[in-house]
């Protein structure tokens, strides 16, 4: 069974401050990897999608790797600001054309002043 | 470019009534999907679409029938509320899936309560 486990839970850390996220994933075969971001009372926002061959992708503060064969992500937040504070989901794609994607139960980021 | 819209934005139903959430897309996008995403937990895949006509069910399609006349529109129905489907419910729409897989476009979600 496909299955994307997310670590930590949730995290609070203080304005200013760096912060990674983990996504391990068990999705087979692989097509996709994205991260998400939903703020409070919306819907998920997409900040990065990385294929088998991407390494590293970057979108503004945010940084995501891939390292396929350990099957693991991270999303590195840099110099945090108080907007910065959501859920963060990694999603997992298959390559069949069904895509039934999986999803992972996310990582609550709280920053503080 | 309105993107993925969601209607209505709040309701509440008694036990037994039906209902339908409503979903609609302006990018013409081929693949549409709801999930619904309870309290502190991530977002579970309900129905989705690959392209008009075409419906599958995801993991948790009990209580939820779906349909896809045309490629902008896709009604989530609720047929007969129970407590248990008091949930926040999303659209969502992508240009392609699996091999292809692109972005998904989430609408702002619709807050069910049922009593």
């Known amino acids: 069974k496909n299955q994307v486990e997310q670590s930590p839970q949730s995290l609070i850390i203080l304005e200013g401050k760096n912060c990674t996220l983990q996504?391990?994933?068990?999705?087979?075969?692989?097509?996709?990897l994205r991260w998400y971001k939903q703020d409070t009372g919306r819907g998920p926002v997409s900040l990065t999608i990385?294929?088998?061959?991407?390494n590293t992708k970057s979108n503004g503060r945010y940084t995501a790797t891939l390292d396929a064969d350990t099957k693991q992500s991270s999303l590195h937040i840099t110099a945090s600001q108080l907007s910065d504070s959501a859920s963060y989901i990694c999603?997992?794609?298959?390559?069949?054309?069904?895509?039934?994607?999986?999803f992972g139960d996310g990582t609550t980021l709280t920053v503080k002043p | 470019n309105a993107g993925v819209t969601q209607t209505p934005k709040f309701q509440v139903l008694k036990t037994g009534q039906s209902m339908t959430l409503q979903c609609a897309q302006d990018?013409?996008?081929?693949?549409m999907s709801w999930y619904r995403q309870d309290p502190g937990m991530g977002l579970r895949l309900i129905h989705y679409?690959?392209?008009?006509?075409?419906?599958d069910q995801g993991e948790v399609p009990n209580g939820y029938n779906v349909s896809r006349s045309t490629t902008e529109d896709f009604p989530l129905r609720l047929l007969s509320a129970a407590p248990s489907q008091t949930s926040v419910y999303f659209c969502?729409?992508?240009?392609?899936?699996?091999?292809?897989?692109?972005?998904?476009?989430f609408g702002q979600g619709t807050r069910l309560t049922v009593v």
């Open positions: 969502a729409s992508s240009a392609s899936q699996g091999a292809r897989s692109t972005e998904a476009f």
């Open positions: 996504c391990n994933y068990t999705v087979s075969p692989f097509s996709n």
């Open positions: 990385m294929t088998f061959s991407e």
């Open positions: 999603v997992v794609s298959d390559w069949t054309n069904a895509g039934k994607s999986t």
């Open positions: 990018m013409n996008h081929e693949y």
């Open positions: 679409s690959v392209g008009a006509g075409i419906t």
